[in-house]
C-alpha cells in the first residue's frame, strides 16, 4: 500500500543500520539562528541526523526549551523543499516487555504537521538489524514471507494551552529486540521550525485489552402500518443481542419507513423524538448502545440520519447522511456536511448510511476524526466496497442491510481491519456478533501497523496542503 516491497522495507532498515553502526549518519551542525547543536550540546546519546547532507536540516539544542522545563530539540528548515531531518538516540530494551514512550513537540510555520513532525521507534538487535515480528499476522497476502517488526508511530493527541502537542504511545518489544532506536523528525516543510521536548522510553505494563462486543440486526420491516410499528418490531432482536452480551447493536436504514409505502415527509420526525425516546428505553433496558436508521424533520428540510442511543437510554448525537442517490434529492432529502464522531464507553464510534459507502470520503473522514468503529444502516452497496472501508481504514464495519445475502449485493456483518466479515447474520431475523480488541492493532508484512502509519502518509488535499490543516 506505501509502494514498498517487503524485501525493500527489510534493505532499508538494514542499510540505515549499518549507517549507523560506521557513523556516516551526518551529525549537527549550526541553526539558523545561530546556536551551537554540537552532540556536547544535545543530551547524552541524542544526535541530529540525515541520510544526505543535501537534504540536511539544522539542528540546536535548547537546555529547558521544552514544557515544564525539559530540554528542546530543536530543527529547522530554511527555504529549501524536501528537507529531512531527525534528532536519533538509541535505547537499551528487553524483548518482550512493554515500553511507554511519550514526548511533545510545538512547531512553527508547519502547513501539515501530522506528515511532517513525526517520531518513529525502530526495533532492532544488538548489531543494528531489524527483528522478526512475534505471532505475525495469518493474513491472505504476501504468502511465505517473514514478517519484520517494522517502524511504530505514536500517536499524536492534543495540543495544551502553550502550544505543546503530546505524542506517545505503548508497545510490547519484539523478542529479539535489544535496542529502541528513537527519531524526532522534520520534514518536507520548508521555512518551519519544531521543537521537541527530550523523550522518555520507560518499562511500563502491559497494555490491558480493550474488547467490545459488536452486533449487526439482519432484519427488514414489514406488515407494518405507522413508524412505531416498525420500531416495535425491532424489540426482540434487540433483546437477542443483549442476551449475547452486545455493547453496540446497528439496525437498518430509514427503518420508520421501510414497508409502509409513505412518503419520506410523512415519517420524517424530531431527533431526538418519538424514535430516539421508543430505542432509548430499550437501550436503558439492555444498557447497550443503538444506532438507528432513521428520517429527520428539521424544520422545512428532511435528513436521512443514523441516531446513536446510549445506555443510559440518552441521544448521544446523530450523523446525517453526506451522499446522497438520485433518488433521495428527487425525494427532497438534504444533504448532511458534518462527519461528527462521539467517544462511548468502549470507544470512538462514527456512523454513515448506505449510499456514503461508495464513496471513500465518509469511512476515511470519520476514520480521520478518531473513529475505531463505523455503525452503517445500509439498504444496499457493493459488498466489496464495505471491505474496502473497513480495509483501507483499519476500523472495524457493523453493517445491517435490506437485501438478502442471495442477491449478493450486501451483507449485514461485521468487517475487520483486513476487510473481511469476521461475522454475518445470513437469516432474515438474526442478530450476528462478534467480540473485538480495540487495543490490538494489525500488523501487516511489510507495512506494520498500518492505521498508525495512515495519518504520517496520507496525503493533503491539494488546497489543505497549500494552506495547511486544521489538525495536526
Same mark, same amino acid.
Given at each position: 500500500? /506505501? ?13 540505515? &543500520? ?19 547543536s554540537t552532540a556536547a550540546t544535545a543530551p547524552e546519546g541524542w544526535s541530529g541526523a540525515s541520510l544526505r547532507d543535501e537534504i540536511r536540516p539544522d539542528f540546536a539544542y535548547k537546555p529547558g526549551g521544552g514544557p ?20 536519533? $538516540?538509541?535505547?537499551?530494551? !528487553? ?39 512475534? /505471532? ?26 502553550? &502550544? #505543546? ?30 521543537? #521537541?521536548? !527530550? ?12 474488547? !467490545?462486543?459488536? %452486533? ?8 407494518g402500518k405507522t413508524p412505531d410499528d416498525n420500531r416495535r418490531m425491532y424489540e426482540p432482536l434487540i433483546a437477542e443481542a443483549a442476551r449475547k452480551k452486545a455493547d453496540l447493536v446497528v439496525l437498518g436504514e430509514t427503518l420508520t419507513y421501510a414497508g409502509l409505502r409513505k ?20 437501550? $436503558? ?6 444506532? %438507528? ?5 428539521? &424544520? ?17 448525537? $446523530? ?48 476514520? /480521520? ?5 463505523? +455503525? ?32 449478493? #449485493? ?14 454475518? +447474520? ?5 442478530? %450476528? ?10 500488523? #501487516? ?28
Amino acid at each position: 500500500m /506505501n509502494g514498498r516491497t517487503g524485501r525493500g522495507a527489510g534493505t532499508r532498515m538494514r542499510l540505515r &543500520g549499518t549507517l549507523a553502526i560506521a557513523g556516516l549518519l551526518l551529525v549537527v551542525g549550526v541553526s539558523r539562528g545561530g546556536e551551537p547543536s554540537t552532540a556536547a550540546t544535545a543530551p547524552e546519546g541524542w544526535s541530529g541526523a540525515s541520510l544526505r547532507d543535501e537534504i540536511r536540516p539544522d539542528f540546536a539544542y535548547k537546555p529547558g526549551g521544552g514544557p515544564e522545563g525539559r530540554g528542546g530539540l530543536v530543527i529547522s528548515a530554511d527555504r529549501r523543499e524536501g528537507l529531512d531531518g531527525c534528532w536519533r $538516540k538509541e535505547f537499551s530494551v !528487553v524483548g518482550g516487555r512493554w515500553y511507554q514512550f511519550r514526548t511533545d513537540y510545538r512547531a512553527e510555520g508547519v502547513a501539515v504537521p501530522r506528515r511532517s513532525v513525526v517520531a518513529e521507534i525502530r526495533w532492532t538487535d544488538d548489531r543494528g538489524r531489524s527483528v522478526p515480528l512475534d /505471532n505475525p499476522p495469518r493474513l491472505k497476502v504476501l504468502r511465505g514471507f517473514t514478517s519484520m517488526a517494522e517502524p511504530e508511530f505514536p500517536a499524536t493527541l492534543g495540543a495544551d494551552d502553550r &502550544g #505543546w502537542t503530546e505524542v506517545s504511545g505503548t508497545y510490547r518489544a519484539p523478542s529479539g529486540a535489544s535496542r529502541a532506536i528513537v527519531e524526532l523528525h522534520l520534514r518536507w516543510s520548508p521555512e518551519s521550525s519544531v521543537c #521537541w521536548s !527530550v523523550p522518555t522510553l520507560a518499562e511500563t505494563q502491559p497494555l490491558s485489552p480493550r474488547k !467490545v462486543r459488536l %452486533a449487526t440486526v439482519h432484519f427488514r420491516p414489514s406488515g407494518g402500518k405507522t413508524p412505531d410499528d416498525n420500531r416495535r418490531m425491532y424489540e426482540p432482536l434487540i433483546a437477542e443481542a443483549a442476551r449475547k452480551k452486545a455493547d453496540l447493536v446497528v439496525l437498518g436504514e430509514t427503518l420508520t419507513y421501510a414497508g409502509l409505502r409513505k412518503s419520506f415527509a410523512e415519517v420524517a420526525e424530531p431527533v431526538p423524538g418519538p424514535s430516539t425516546e421508543h430505542f432509548g428505553r430499550l437501550a $436503558k433496558e439492555h444498557h447497550l448502545y443503538i444506532v %438507528a436508521g432513521l428520517v429527520e424533520r428539521d &424544520g422545512r428540510l428532511l435528513y436521512n440520519v443514523a441516531a446513536l442511543i446510549g445506555p443510559d437510554g440518552e441521544l448521544v448525537g $446523530k450523523y446525517r447522511k453526506v451522499c446522497l442517490p438520485r433518488g433521495e434529492i428527487d425525494d427532497g432529502i438534504t444533504p448532511g456536511t458534518d462527519y461528527p464522531v462521539f467517544p462511548t464507553r468502549f470507544g470512538t464510534v462514527g456512523m454513515m448510511v448506505c449510499y456514503d459507502g461508495f464513496f471513500p470520503e465518509v469511512a476515511r473522514e470519520l476514520t /480521520n476524526r478518531g473513529a475505531e468503529v463505523i +455503525a452503517w444502516p445500509v439498504w444496499g452497496c457493493n459488498p466489496t466496497l464495505a471491505r474496502a472501508r473497513a480495509c483501507e481504514n483499519h476500523v472495524y464495519l457493523v453493517s445491517s442491510t435490506y437485501e438478502d445475502v442471495s442477491r449478493d #449485493w450486501m451483507t449485514s456483518a461485521i468487517f475487520d481491519h483486513t476487510g473481511e466479515p469476521i461475522a454475518t +447474520a445470513r437469516d432474515w431475523g438474526t442478530v %450476528a456478533i462478534s467480540e473485538v480488541d480495540l487495543n490490538q492493532p494489525v500488523r #501487516w508484512p511489510s507495512l506494520g501497523d498500518f492505521k498508525a502509519e495512515l495519518p504520517r502518509h496520507r496525503p493533503a488535499p491539494p488546497s489543505q496542503a497549500a494552506t495547511g490543516e486544521t489538525r495536526p
